[in-house]
């Protein structure tokens, strides 16, 4: 097992996949991480619909633009795709009121249980990618997303094809602020 250091630093957004089935034993791994990310008052807002049926993927696809997304091909290539939903008024919520100045908080919640699933992925092997750019509405019908839950994202993963260097990063100096902004 990697550092989680190393783990962050060399975690790429991958679109390229060998094609190679993703164990069941991995996918449970990845999916046992989601399950301890953490959440507003441990609400556990996510629902994830775990796709590998091709005709699912490539209905999904229809949902992507037809350019401009690097990511659309990525979905019909990966042997599987996660989406992840959230419960609707729940993350954030006191006594059905919201509490914050953001509303849901469900789009945070959502932010953890994705980055962990990367990590998570990463760790084991795995590339993945998140994506955001498709029509989330279509893409809810194809995956049947009940009343009171949202689609926030699709997440290709399988065995990276290719190892990507990393982009050039910030120095901390650029973002980090003391005591003030």
Same mark, same amino acid.
């Given at each position: 097992?990697?550092?989680?250091?190393?783990?962050?630093?060399?975690?790429?957004?991958?679109?390229?996949?060998?094609?190679?089935?993703?164990?069941?034993?991995?996918?449970?791994?990845?999916?046992?991480?989601?399950?301890?990310?953490?959440?507003?008052?441990?609400?556990?807002?996510?629902?994830?619909?775990?796709?590998?049926?091709?005709?699912?993927?490539? !209905? &999904? =696809?229809? /949902?992507?633009?037809? #350019?401009?997304?690097?990511? *659309? %091909?990525?979905?019909?290539?990966?042997?599987?795709? $996660?989406?992840?939903?959230? !419960? &609707? =008024?729940? /993350?954030?919520?006191? #006594?059905?009121?919201?509490? *914050? %100045?953001?509303?849901?908080?469900?789009?945070?919640? $959502?932010?953890?249980?994705?980055?962990?699933?990367?990590?998570?992925?990463?760790?084991?092997?795995?590339? *993945?990618?998140?994506?955001?750019?498709?029509?989330?509405?279509?893409?809810?019908?194809?995956?049947?997303?009940?009343?009171?839950?949202?689609?926030?994202?699709?997440?290709?993963?399988?065995?990276?094809?290719?190892?990507?260097?990393?982009?050039?990063?910030?120095?901390?100096?650029?973002?980090?602020?003391?005591?003030?902004?």
């Amino acid at each position: 097992m990697q550092d989680l250091f190393e783990i962050i630093r060399e975690r790429r957004s991958v679109r390229k996949y060998e094609e190679k089935d993703i164990p069941e034993d991995i996918l449970n791994q990845v999916l046992e991480a989601v399950r301890w990310a953490p959440s507003w008052a441990n609400t556990q807002c996510w629902e994830i619909v775990v796709i590998k049926d091709m005709s699912v993927k490539e !209905k &999904l =696809k229809e /949902s992507f633009p037809p #350019k401009g997304n690097p990511a *659309t %091909k990525a979905v019909v290539a990966a042997p599987v795709v $996660l989406a992840l939903c959230a !419960k &609707l =008024k729940s /993350s954030g919520y006191y #006594k059905d009121l919201v509490t *914050t %100045k953001f509303g849901d908080w469900f789009m945070f919640d $959502l932010g953890i249980a994705a980055q962990t699933i990367c990590l998570a992925a990463h760790n084991l092997g795995l590339g *993945t990618v998140i994506t955001g750019l498709f029509d989330h509405n279509k893409a809810g019908e194809v995956l049947k997303v009940p009343e009171g839950y949202e689609l926030v994202s699709i997440i290709p993963m399988g065995y990276p094809a290719k190892k990507s260097s990393a982009p050039k990063r910030k120095e901390i100096g650029e973002f980090t602020h003391y005591d003030g902004f």
